[in-house]
């Protein structure tokens, strides 16, 4: 039996201070959260706070490096058969859990403690946010549903270090998965010993990572490591609350945090790590005079000429509807679907074809582009405005009003064109291109049924599979000129001078320091 074994330790004041202050000249990490971790549960995790808090206090078989790729970390190496269904890991032999404080304990880390992990993430009352990216396991959704007993969860142990998951169809994705922190081992004794508590407070935690739980408070939650070299020693997670109206990068350069998001633009001496999940298209009504799709066509690609990329460092050229950076189960989204942006041809040939087939724009003055005040983009609607006008003599107006109006006009149907920011909520592909079908917010009343199918399909694909079913339905909406992409919107990490091998995703969300230095 496995019995955890605390040893008061001895920390010098100055470890404190590191701790409570930041720029004290340790090598801490100090990120702002909203709200601070609440529950280090792997398992149960979801909150970004709780997640970032977890992927940093625990390891498991396998860790992003920061170059991207997947290395080793409890484990020495693994096996994948020949059909993809079998992965076998190699666990390092004398792996230990840690306590609070650094206090080492006699629980070992075991290819048992794995198997405990997932068992508890597919118990029908752990409601594991985790369980839907692990149902390629063999008999999960049997578990899951309460119908197989929890042993017959295609993951087991063949000895204390080797571990066997048993996948029921092949997933190219599996082994990224295994860095989600609902993949992290748990150790059944202690878990069993914390009475319903474990992972909510310091006693009931034990690390299996490179940090540990060091305190644990209202004010914050501090993880620290033993370290030699120049390695990040302390992660501190805080809230803001110098209620000073500094900027990011004033924050980072008066020493309140290491790293910080920014929106501002602003040029920078600091590190800098840009991202977007929004992209502002041009929007064109299809239950108006606009279900033309000759007419969309003409109209969007004189515009998608025209429109220059705002100037100020926030904006890029879209290459479709979809941003750079995204992924679809740790896929590059925007490298596997590639520029999808249709060549619609001559605009003004288009026009005429869309006369032709009975259209007509002679009442032009009802027809305005609709964009939300305060955008910084009224020259963007400018430019588009006068490309209608040269190209075809079509006069409309720009009307600005309110974000909240925007939205409900939006939302209502109540437009023609539009020229509008759409965001991938929480980076998921999907929820960007659901937005236009009736499975979602059916934005433009786009209603095609081969757009929904193959976008139905995808919720329940994995891979390169779901990636290529999101890129067709890319793909359509674009063709049919619904939506023309113009610029996607950008956001940045600023980091510190000094700081290396950091690892960010800010949409799983994934802050890991495990593997940074601090010069």
Not at 7 to 29: E, H, K, R
Not at 121 to 134: D, H, I, K
Not at 273 to 292: M, P
Request: charged letters at 20%; glycine letters at 8%; proline letters at 5%.
């Amino acid at each position: 039996m496995k019995q955890l074994r605390l040893i008061a330790a001895l920390l010098a004041a100055f470890f404190v201070l590191s701790l409570t202050s930041c720029g004290s000249g340790s090598n801490s990490f100090t990120w702002f959260v909203d709200s601070i971790p609440a529950n280090l549960d792997p398992q149960v995790a979801s909150n970004a706070s709780d997640v970032i808090a977890c992927e940093n206090l625990y390891s498991g078989l396998v860790r992003r490096t920061p170059s991207g790729d997947l290395a080793p970390d409890l484990c020495q190496r693994w096996e994948i058969s020949s059909d993809k269904r079998t992965y076998t890991f190699y666990l390092k032999d004398g792996l230990t859990y840690t306590a609070t404080k650094g206090n080492p304990t006699e629980y070992a880390i075991t290819a048992e403690d794995f198997v405990f992990a997932f068992r508890r993430m597919f118990r029908p009352g752990t409601n594991s946010p985790y369980a839907v990216e692990f149902s390629a396991l063999e008999n999960s959704a049997d578990v899951l549903a309460d119908r197989m007993p929890e042993s017959s969860l295609g993951v087991t142990a063949a000895d204390p270090l080797t571990l066997v998951f048993h996948l029921s169809a092949p997933d190219e994705t599996f082994l990224s998965k295994l860095t989600l922190p609902g993949a992290m081992p748990c150790d059944e004794e202690f878990f069993d010993s914390t009475r319903g508590t474990y992972g909510l407070t310091s006693a009931s935690t034990l690390s299996s990572g490179p940090f540990y739980l060091y305190n644990w408070t209202s004010s914050g939650l501090f993880l620290r490591r033993t370290v030699s070299g120049n390695e990040i020693d302390s992660l501190r997670l805080v809230q803001n609350t110098t209620n000073s109206g500094q900027s990011a990068e004033e924050l980072i350069n008066n020493e309140k945090c290491t790293a910080a998001l920014d929106d501002t633009g602003t040029p920078t001496s600091l590190q800098s790590i840009s991202y977007s999940d929004t992209t502002w298209c041009l929007l064109f009504n299809c239950n108006s005079i606009f279900a033309s799709p000759e007419l969309r066509k003409a109209l969007g690609g004189a515009a998608a000429a025209a429109a220059e990329v705002p100037s100020g460092g926030l904006f890029a050229e879209a290459k479709g509807l979809i941003p750079d950076g995204l992924t679809v189960d740790g896929i590059n989204y925007r490298q596997t679907a590639g520029d999808v942006r249709p060549s619609f041809g001559d605009p003004r040939s288009l026009y005429i074809a869309a006369r032709d087939s009975g259209v007509s724009v002679t009442d032009s003055g009802r027809i305005t582009l609709l964009l939300p005040a305060g955008s910084g983009l009224s020259d963007t609607a400018e430019q588009i405005n006068s490309s209608w006008q040269k190209e075809f003599s079509l006069f409309f107006s720009v009307e600005e009003v309110e974000q909240d109006e925007f939205d409900k006009r939006l939302s209502e149907g109540n437009y023609t064109i539009a020229l509008a920011p759409i965001q991938a909520e929480g980076g998921s592909v999907y929820s960007a291109l659901a937005r236009f079908s009736p499975l979602g917010d059916g934005l433009t009343g786009y209603d095609n049924a081969l757009y929904t199918t193959q976008l139905s399909a995808s919720a329940s694909a994995t891979g390169s599979t779901r990636c290529s079913l999101l890129a067709q339905c890319e793909r359509q909406i674009l063709e049919d000129g619904v939506v023309i992409p113009l610029f996607t919107q950008q956001k940045r990490l600023l980091v510190a001078n000094g700081v290396e091998g950091l690892v960010f995703d800010p949409f799983l969300p994934v802050l890991d320091v495990t593997q940074a230095t601090k010069k």
